[in-house]
Each structure stands twice: as structure tokens, then as C-alpha cells.
């Protein structure tokens, strides 16, 4: 349902010359509301006391070739039956996904690290994303050949 300042737009662009005042007192006393939404939830909140792990790429996430850095990523989807989790390990190089998993949210742990662990012979390295959500850099096998 639209609130009064939408409803007056659209009136607005329909021609109907009227006041956005008067829209919102017409609606007082009809009693009709626009649907309030809320504000956005905050899903990832890094506790302070935990220690971070060294980031092994200083923020670099560009790589000379592929399959010589990947990164990974924890990434919330809203739907309608509720929130899912995509992890994602793309090649820095090529921008390609070497691997992902969708899971629900009572299952957030078990997602990322089983990603991040299906990409075998890695080196994880994690940092803090620039969102503040955790951003994980998994360094390629180190013979620079596909996993």
C-alpha cells in the first residue's frame, strides 16, 4: 500500500492537481496507512574481542593468473520464505566461481567452511570486508594448478 507522498505523486503524474497535505488527511480520515517498512537488519556484527586473522593479501585481490588467489565471501539473500546464505570462492584472476554453497540461515558455519574447504590444497586467509562483513582470501594451490 502506498503512503501519502507516493499517492500524490502518482496523482501528480495522473494530472490531478492536489495538495500532498491534503492526500495525508484524506487518508487520516479514510484510515488508510502506507505499509511501513523496516529498517534494515544489520546480519553481521564482529564481535571486538575476537582477534582477526592476518590478512595474507594486504587487501590485494588481483592476481598476476589464474587459479593463484581465490577469494570467498559469505552473502545474505533475502527471500520470501526467510534469509539463505550463498558462499561463494571466485578466482581473483579470471572473476570465475570456483565453488559455492547455498544454505539456510541455521546453517551459516557449516556453508562457508564447507565451501572454502571443498577448494582443496587452500590457504585461507581472512579479513574484514569494507561492509563489515567477513571477506575470506584463499590463496590458490601452490603450484598454480587447478584444484
Not at 40 to 48: G, L, S, V
Not at 103 to 111: I, Q
Not at 139 to 147: I, L, R
Amino acid at each position: 500500500m502506498y503512503g501519502a507522498e507516493k499517492i500524490w505523486r502518482q496523482l501528480g503524474r495522473e494530472g490531478i492537481g492536489v495538495g500532498r497535505d491534503r492526500v495525508a488527511r484524506l487518508m487520516r480520515a479514510l484510515g488508510i496507512r502506507g505499509v511501513v517498512r523496516s529498517a534494515k537488519r544489520r546480519t553481521t556484527i564482529p564481535d571486538p574481542t575476537d582477534q582477526r586473522p592476518a590478512d595474507l593479501v594486504k587487501r590485494q585481490f588481483t592476481a598476476p593468473a589464474p587459479n593463484r588467489l581465490w577469494v570467498a565471501d559469505l552473502t545474505y539473500v533475502a527471500t520470501w520464505a526467510g534469509c539463505c546464505h550463498a558462499a561463494l570462492v571466485i578466482d581473483a584472476s579470471s572473476r570465475l566461481i570456483v565453488g559455492w554453497r547455498v544454505a539456510t540461515a541455521d546453517s551459516t558455519g557449516r556453508c562457508n567452511t564447507s565451501t572454502v574447504r571443498s577448494c582443496d590444497g587452500c590457504r585461507k586467509a581472512a579479513s574484514v570486508g569494507s561492509s563489515g562483513s567477513a571477506a575470506d582470501a584463499v590463496t590458490g594451490p601452490p603450484d598454480g594448478g587447478a584444484a
